[in-house]
Nanobody
Framework: QVQLVESGGGLVQAGGSLRLSCAAS????????MGWFRQAPGKEREFVAA???????YCADSVKGRFTISRDNDKNTVYLQMNNLKPEDTAVYSC?????????????????WGQGTQVTVSS
């Protein structure tokens, strides 16, 4: 069984930065696709970014140029660096993992999910 634990969320002013971490345990996830999703109050969960085991990255248009996904396989951890944050980035951010091949931007692709960490951006 895989456990994912996010950290690094918090309150930040618009224009600020945060780095989220997602630490995995229970299994080495070097070959897994790791993704980040977010869900704002009253909205559907939406794709933010993903990274394959080969290092290929995907990013939603809404965060392109501001957010960067990376991973440290030695630490079994994936990161989401978020720069130039905007109030509309406010959401609960969750990481997810999948051992399969498929469409990385849909929630059904992922087998494991973390509990999420709150990011709040004030204007």
């Amino acid at each position: 069984q895989v456990q994912l634990v996010e950290s690094g969320g918090g309150l930040v002013q618009a224009g600020g930065s945060l780095r989220l971490s997602c630490a995995a345990s229970g299994r080495t996830l070097n070959n897994y696709v790791m993704g980040w999703f977010r869900q704002a109050p009253g909205k559907e969960r939406e794709f933010v970014a993903a990274m394959t085991g080969y290092g290929t990255t995907y990013c939603a248009d809404s965060v392109k140029g501001r957010f960067t996904i990376s991973r440290d396989n030695d630490k079994n951890t994936v990161y989401l660096q978020m720069n130039n944050l905007k109030p509309e980035d406010t959401a609960v951010y969750s990481c997810a993992a999948s051992s399969r091949r498929g469409i990385v931007g849909v929630t059904s692709f992922y087998d494991y999910w973390g509990q999420g960490t709150q990011v709040t951006v004030s204007s």
